[in-house]
């Protein structure tokens, strides 16, 4: 070839990752024409690794249309599969399979298909941690689950659905079958069982398993749990990088893009919920990371009786996101004001209240018609999905709000009228979706009520003052009571809010209501200091430590009595 030819020839465009770069979710780069190994990529010649290409790929096209071609496929497709996959799965993916031959419940078919129906109705639209076409579709023809990542996340997901199942939260009445609720404790068993704990395998599939469990722990209130698998979630992203889409594998789908946008900002969501409940950092910050908001429909229509009209449910949950954005920043502010250590190049620049509070006002004045209530359950599952959105972004706008007033060193009553405005909204959601979205959101009123009782004992309390604040927290312990059958979580905070409640009535008791003031409140020159009772030790342990209210005593509150037997 002439040298004016050998300047012109392009690298070859790889059309299969090799077998390194597929697992790490690397991009594979193809050698250049000369280099002196054509047949290794670039990626694995910079890793040190064999470059191989073994693997089995997966099928891709339309499936053939007559019938007898789709029943033999089928079959052959059943039989391979069965003999590549492991112990107990083949009996999942076999419909006619009843259960597997240690007698185990797990791969019953028509259990999963339940469980599968209560994701789909009641976690979904608020942690829509799958492509709904790939799972609903997968199921029912066969192709889902396609291996053990699959399986993995499958367990993951039947044993969050169990366990609302158990508990009652579901979004229908309708009862899936009653095996369902008491095997919650063996498909957590198995899911924690089948979810590694390294990184060997990286892929989607652990995210998503991480991202169920995390879940599943923050539902029942198992701190230990959401602490293990939020950081193994932060260290498999770091390998994967999935804060920054320039780095994703530039083969990927859109369906695959589209997955991995939502299980970053619903993982970020439950991440900034767990810094509101249990006062744990913010490890992944909005403004650290490149990736875009998840479009929702990105497949035509597949599940019958659907007209569309409600389709676009995830502009509400996007816009739950931006409030979940905004939150992060009034909590971090809000810290900061209250953290005598500074930072190491000074005092810095906080998120300003106005700005906040313009800003939620911003989102809550742009949100599309659907979303500005909920509205009661109906046959349409797009509707019911706005009502998801509306139901969420109502309790996240007020969250944000209390927190913020509280950054401005807003007075008591300006607190209480944010949460009494929040508790008078939350009374206008119909009872199944506060049912279904479960211990997140009783999490987060029960902290408004905290936060409430932390705000009175630092004011001087006038009787108008108390009857104001304890006709709040009446409101907060009667919503709560109207929970406690469907969510142990909502009657443990229920009875710790009546207890806290009680104390501040000893209180105003022993200090003298009469004279219209709780304590004696002496004054240094501008400086309240508030004269605490024994009975408000209880409370708050320490109350020259005012640093973090969220966080103040609340997490012994939430006991999972599972905790012990999972690892």
């Known amino acids: 070839m002439p040298p004016s030819l050998a300047t012109r020839v392009k690298s070859r465009r790889v059309?299969?990752?090799?077998?390194?770069?597929?697992?790490?979710?690397?991009?594979?780069?193809?050698?250049?024409?000369?280099?002196?190994?054509?047949?290794?990529?670039?990626?694995?010649?910079?890793?040190?690794?064999?470059?191989?290409?073994?693997?089995?790929?997966?099928?891709?096209?339309?499936?053939?249309?007559?019938?007898?071609?789709?029943?033999?496929?089928?079959?052959?497709?059943?039989?391979?599969?069965?003999?590549?996959?492991?112990?107990?799965?083949?009996?999942?993916?076999?419909?006619?399979?009843?259960?597997?031959?240690?007698?185990?419940?797990?791969?019953?078919?028509?259990?999963?298909?339940?469980?599968?129906?209560?994701?789909?109705?009641?976690?979904?639209?608020?942690?829509?941690?799958?492509?709904?076409?790939e799972i609903w579709v997968g199921w029912r023809d066969g192709s889902f689950p396609d291996g053990p990542n699959d399986y993995m996340s499958l367990m993951c997901m039947c044993a969050l659905s169990a366990q609302h199942v158990g508990n009652g939260a579901l979004f229908t009445d309708e009862v899936a079958p009653a095996e369902s609720a008491s095997l919650a404790h063996d498909y957590l068993q198995e899911a924690v069982r089948r979810v590694p704990v390294d990184f060997e395998d990286p892929c989607i599939d652990l995210v998503r398993s991480y991202g169920f469990l995390v879940l599943l722990g923050a539902q029942n209130g198992n701190h230990p749990m959401v602490h293990k698998y939020l950081g193994l979630y932060h260290g498999i992203c770091g390998q994967l990088n999935l804060h920054d889409e320039s780095r994703w594998p530039s083969e990927i789908t859109e369906c695959d893009r589209e997955v991995r946008r939502r299980l970053w900002w619903a993982m970020y969501r439950l991440e900034v919920h767990t810094a509101c409940v249990l006062g744990n950092p913010v490890r992944s910050p909005e403004s650290q990371c490149n990736v875009g908001y998840p479009c929702g429909l990105h497949h035509p229509a597949f599940i019958p009786g659907r007209d569309g009209q409600f389709e676009d449910w995830f502009a509400g949950w996007n816009s739950t996101t931006d409030l979940y954005r905004v939150l992060e920043h009034a909590i971090s502010d809000f810290r900061a004001k209250r953290n005598s250590r500074t930072s190491i190049l000074g005092d810095p620049e906080h998120a300003n209240t106005t700005r906040i509070a313009e800003r939620l006002s911003m989102i809550q004045r742009d949100l599309l018609p659907q979303f500005d209530m909920a509205y009661s359950r109906s046959s349409d599952s797009g509707r019911n999905r706005c009502g998801f959105q509306a139901s969420n972004i109502l309790c996240t706008i007020h969250l944000a709000r209390m927190i913020s007033s509280l950054s401005g060193d807003s007075s008591l009553h300006s607190a209480c009228k944010t949460a009494d405005d929040m508790i008078s909204n939350l009374n206008s959601i119909p009872?199944?979706?506060?049912?279904?979205?479960?211990?997140?959101?009783?999490?987060?009123?029960?902290?408004?009520?905290?936060?409430?009782?932390?705000?009175?004992?630092?004011?001087?309390?006038?009787?108008?003052?108390?009857?104001?604040?304890?006709?709040?927290?009446?409101?907060?312990?009667?919503?709560?009571?109207?929970?406690?059958?469907?969510?142990?979580?909502?009657?443990?905070?229920?009875?710790r809010l009546a207890n806290q409640l009680a104390d501040l009535n000893?209180?105003?008791?022993?200090?003298?209501?009469?004279?219209?003031?709780?304590?004696?409140?002496?004054?240094?020159?501008?400086?309240e200091v508030f004269s605490w009772s024994p009975f408000l030790d209880k409370i708050f342990p320490d109350p020259s430590n005012s640093s973090d209210i969220f966080s103040a005593n609340l997490q012994a509150a939430f006991a999972w009595p599972y905790q012990s037997t999972i690892p």
Do not use: W
């Open 15 to 133: 059309t299969q990752a090799c077998d390194f770069c597929h697992r790490r979710g690397l991009k594979c780069r193809a050698a250049l024409p000369d280099s002196e190994s054509t047949e290794a990529c670039l990626t694995c010649v910079e890793y040190g690794q064999e470059c191989t290409r073994t693997r089995r790929p997966k099928k891709r096209g339309t499936k053939p249309r007559d019938m007898a071609d789709v029943a033999s496929l089928d079959q052959r497709h059943r039989v391979r599969r069965k003999r590549d996959l492991p112990a107990g799965l083949s009996d999942v993916v076999n419909p006619t399979a009843s259960l597997n031959s240690s007698g185990s419940s797990l791969d019953n078919r028509k259990i999963i298909t339940a469980l599968l129906d209560v994701y789909l109705d009641t976690i979904h639209p608020s942690f829509p941690l799958f492509c709904e076409r």
């Open 431 to 495: 009872l199944e979706y506060v049912r279904a979205i479960g211990s997140p959101l009783v999490q987060q009123l029960a902290g408004v009520g905290h936060i409430l009782i932390g705000v009175a004992t630092r004011h001087r309390l006038s009787l108008i003052d108390y009857d104001l604040v304890k006709s709040v927290l009446t409101s907060i312990i009667e919503f709560l009571a109207r929970l406690k059958d469907y969510n142990k979580i909502a009657l443990t905070a229920k009875e």
């Open 506 to 527: 000893r209180a105003m008791t022993l200090n003298g209501v009469s004279h219209g003031t709780v304590g004696d409140n002496p004054r240094t020159g501008d400086v």
